[in-house]
C-alpha cells in the first residue's frame, strides 16, 4: 500500500523487503530518500545506489557492508535511544551488499540524496561523533550530528539523529529552510523517521509557510512513521509524556552550498532567548559518543 500524503503511518510506505522506502519520485521531490532495511540473521540485501550517495546506519544491530568489494563492518548499536552508531558512506554508481550477522538480525536506515561529485566510500565510527544538547527546559533535546554539513563530508546529503526526552518539544521553535536566501536560509527538502520508546506515541507539525506546496500537518506519529517536509515551518516534534522520543532528519536541496541555516517562525523566535534563564533538561544527556582513543 502507498499514500503520497505527507505523513505516513508505518506500513504505509513499504515496498518489497523495505518498511519504509521513499524516493524522490514518490515523495515528489527532487533530491533525498530513506529506506529502512530488516534482515534476519545472515540475511542480505544488495541494491545499486544510482545517482545518489547513501549512508548506511545502523538503527538495531550491526552488519557487513560491501561497497564495490570495499569490505566495513558496522559495530552498530542495542538501539537508536542507548548510543551512538558508525556507519557507512556509500557514493554514488556504486553495488552495496548489506549482511547481518549469521546469529541475529539488524535493522538499517538508508539515507540517501541525489547528488554530483562521487566521493570515496568510507566509514565512520561511533567515537567522537559530535552530541549537541540544544534548548532548554522543556524544549530539551539531544542532537547526533553524525552526518551535519560541517562534521562529514558528502556533495549533497545532510543527516542528524534527534532524542527528546518524553513530554519535552523539539523542532521548536517552528522553523523553515525552503527558499535560499543567501547567508540565511538554505533550501533544503527533509525527511523525519520517527521511532517512539515503549510504545509510545508523539506529534509533528508542518504549517505552510506561503512557499512551495504549502505542507500543512498535524499528525500523531508512532514507531515507523514518516513525515515528509518539502517547505512549510516545521515543528514543534512532541513526545508523549513516558515515552522518549527519537527522528532521523534526512535532508538535501539544490544549493551549491551544502549548509543546513534556517530561518525561525517570527511568532516563536523569542523563545531562543528565553532559554538562557532554563537549565537544560537533566535526563540529558540520554548517551554521549565514545571518546576517540588517541594513536
Not at 547513501?54 to 537508536?80: H, K, M, N
Request: with cysteine; charged share 20%; net charge negative.
Amino acid at each position: 500500500m502507498r499514500t503520497r500524503t505527507a505523513h505516513r503511518p508505518a506500513g504505509t510506505a513499504s515496498s518489497g523487503p523495505y518498511p519504509v522506502h521513499i524516493t524522490p519520485q514518490d515523495a515528489g521531490w527532487a533530491y533525498c530518500s530513506l529506506r529502512v532495511v530488516q534482515l534476519p540473521p545472515g540475511g542480505t540485501d544488495t541494491f545499486a545506489t544510482g545517482d545518489s550517495e547513501w549512508i548506511v546506519l545502523p538503527l538495531a544491530g550491526g552488519a557487513d557492508v560491501s561497497v564495490d568489494g570495499q569490505e566495513f563492518t558496522l559495530a552498530g548499536r542495542e538501539s537508536v535511544f542507548t548510543s551512538v552508531s558508525d556507519f557507512v558512506y556509500a557514493p554514488r554508481d556504486a553495488e552495496v551488499t548489506l549482511r547481518a550477522p549469521a546469529g541475529a538480525g539488524v535493522r538499517l536506515a538508508l539515507a540517501g540524496a541525489r547528488c554530483t561529485r562521487r566521493l570515496p566510500a568510507r566509514y565512520r565510527p561511533a567515537a567522537g561523533i559530535p552530541v549537541e544538547l540544544r534548548g532548554a527546559g522543556a524544549c530539551s533535546r539531544q542532537v547526533n550530528n553524525f552526518a551535519a554539513a560541517d562534521t562529514f563530508e558528502a556533495d549533497r546529503l545532510i543527516a542528524v539523529e534527534v532524542l527528546t526526552p518524553g513530554g519535552n518539544w523539539s523542532s521548536y521553535p517552528p522553523h523553515k529552510h525552503d527558499e535560499f536566501r543567501a547567508e540565511q536560509e538554505s533550501e533544503l527538502e527533509e525527511i523525519y523517521y520517527f521511532e517512539i520508546a515503549g510504545a509510545g506515541f508523539g506529534y509533528q507539525r508542518v504549517t505552510p509557510s506561503g512557499h512551495g506546496s504549502g505542507t500543512d500537518v498535524l499528525a500523531e506519529v508512532r514507531d515507523g512513521d514518516v513525515v515528509l517536509i518539502p517547505d512549510g515551518w516545521h515543528g514543534p516534534s512532541i513526545a508523549g509524556p513516558g515515552h522518549d522520543m527519537y527522528y532521523l532528519n534526512v535532508m538535501a536541496g539544490p544549493g551549491a552550498e551544502r549548509a543546513w541555516l534556517i530561518s525561525d517562525h517570527p511568532d516563536h523566535a523569542w523563545i531562543r532567548d528565553n532559554w538562557r534563564h532554563q537549565a537544560v533538561d537533566p535526563r540529558l544527556p540520554l548517551y554521549r559518543a565514545p571518546e576517540v582513543t588517541p594513536r
